[in-house]
């Protein structure tokens, strides 16, 4: 069984692919929790975590999600998005954490028609886990967005940096890249040890984005992320999402 958080059609807001027309499929549970990203109330409830509250909070918000017993249905909200585009959109896995069901065949059937149909398709994961290549091929055909978490997400290190697992991200997808989401605090030379202790041995190009689940929030990060970004030499994204629709859902 797989949880189905939200679908809907959208631009990709961060990272290499950003300004890309994109279908996302949001799926619910998450293996990490990130207190620091934020706090939020939801029912008279406060709950910390990341702006992605409501994909990660199963106790919370299961009852909301969509449970999928079965992978046509999926397939046929694709194909429906292909279809009224008039073109192939990029395919955008996201959470939660989707990694969660790298190896689900209802899962894998939902990437493998998306790769057939021509979509190019970008898993966004914390990198803590990685599926078998051997056993599941179609993997090697997509593009891993790295966001592996940094210490202001306030998870302890050993749960948020899994060396074996980003090695085989990186190594095995079509294209895997980092994406450090960056608050204002440790953008400075502390945070620029922490990326390269994480991604310094690799040569995958490195992405970040200041923290912003709001536009507000996201004022106030972005120009020191982009200073950060030009003094040590790596890319600047933004989240057009929040710059286009601050927090709309489904956005
Ligand atoms: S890993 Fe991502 S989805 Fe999971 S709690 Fe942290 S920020 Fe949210």
Not at 90 to 95: A, E, P
Not at 97 to 105: F, Q, R, V
Not at 139 to 152: H, P
Request: charged residues 30%; proline residues 4%.
């Amino acid at each position: 069984m797989i949880y189905l958080v939200e679908h809907f059609f959208s631009i990709q807001g961060e990272g290499r692919y950003a300004g890309v027309p994109s279908v996302f499929l949001r799926f619910g549970g998450c293996n990490l929790r990130c207190p620091g990203y934020g706090s939020y109330e939801v029912d008279g409830k406060i709950l910390f975590g990341c702006d992605t509250v409501r994909a990660v909070h199963e106790k919370y918000f299961a009852s909301a999600w969509q449970q999928i017993g079965e992978a046509e249905s999926v397939i046929e909200i694709l194909d429906r998005y292909v279809e009224e585009a008039g073109y192939v959109p990029d395919l955008v896995l996201t959470g939660g954490e989707p990694m969660l069901y790298a190896e689900n065949p209802i899962f894998y059937e939902i990437v493998s028609h998306a790769l057939e149909k021509g979509m190019r398709v970008t898993m966004e994961t914390n990198a803590t886990l990685a599926p078998d290549f051997e056993k599941f091929p179609a993997y090697r055909r997509i593009v891993f967005a790295m966001a592996v978490k940094l210490s202001d997400s306030k998870e302890p290190e050993k749960r948020r940096i899994v060396p074996e697992a980003i090695d085989a991200l990186a190594r095995n997808g079509r294209e895997s890249f980092f994406k450090f989401t960056i608050s204002a605090r440790l953008a400075n030379r502390e945070g620029m040890e922490e990326i390269e202790a994480i991604a310094g041995r690799y040569e995958n190009e490195i992405f970040c984005m200041p923290r912003g689940e709001n536009i507000a929030l996201l004022r106030e990060h972005a120009e020191k992320v982009a200073l950060f970004c030009m003094k040590y030499g790596y890319r600047y994204t933004d989240r057009l999402h929040i710059r286009l629709w601050n927090t709309e859902e489904r956005r």
